[in-house]
């Protein structure tokens, strides 16, 4: 064993003589001819991958957008549905009533209070209704509301 040993350092120790690393045309052809093989089969291999994943994601792609497009479609049948029984229900409810105005509120008042509901609902495409209108009833005494306004007045 220590023959061994010994004999396998002496070969890793020893030096290559220069006529040995010579080596001939041949032998570097076939390994210029095989590495470049090697890269291209790589190459070719890697394109396919490539080609097969894009083929993949395309289907699903595909499938995704028909799904996208039969629910937009079943969305609109929906839409339309509904607009029809607006309109059948427009046509079938008999007209609104006037709102029921409580004594001592104004008409100005009610011609101010359905301005102002219908510009709030102006960009909604609603028709808001009036029902009615009552006088609102202090909730405090005028002497609790005095107190009041006194207490939270600015300095």
Do not use: C, H
């Amino acid at each position: 064993m220590a023959t061994f040993q010994t004999t396998l350092a002496q070969i890793l120790s020893s030096n290559i003589p220069p006529d040995q690393t010579d080596l001939g045309a041949e032998t570097v052809a076939s390994v210029v001819i095989t590495g470049i093989s090697v890269v291209f089969i790589g190459l070719i291999i890697l394109i396919l991958l490539v080609t097969l994943y894009g083929k993949i994601f395309e289907s699903i792609n595909a499938k995704a957008e028909a799904k996208k497009k039969a629910e937009a479609e079943a969305e609109a049948k929906l839409k339309a549905a509904k607009e029809a029984k607006k309109e059948e229900e427009k046509k079938a409810a008999p007209a609104a009533a006037a709102p029921v105005v409580e004594d001592g509120v104004g008409d100005e008042v009610v011609a101010a209070i359905m301005g102002a509901l219908s510009m709030m609902y102006a960009g909604t495409g609603k028709k808001p209704v009036l029902r009615g209108v009552k006088a609102s009833k202090p909730r405090r005494s005028a002497w609790s509301s005095a107190g009041a306004v006194e207490n939270t007045r600015p300095f």
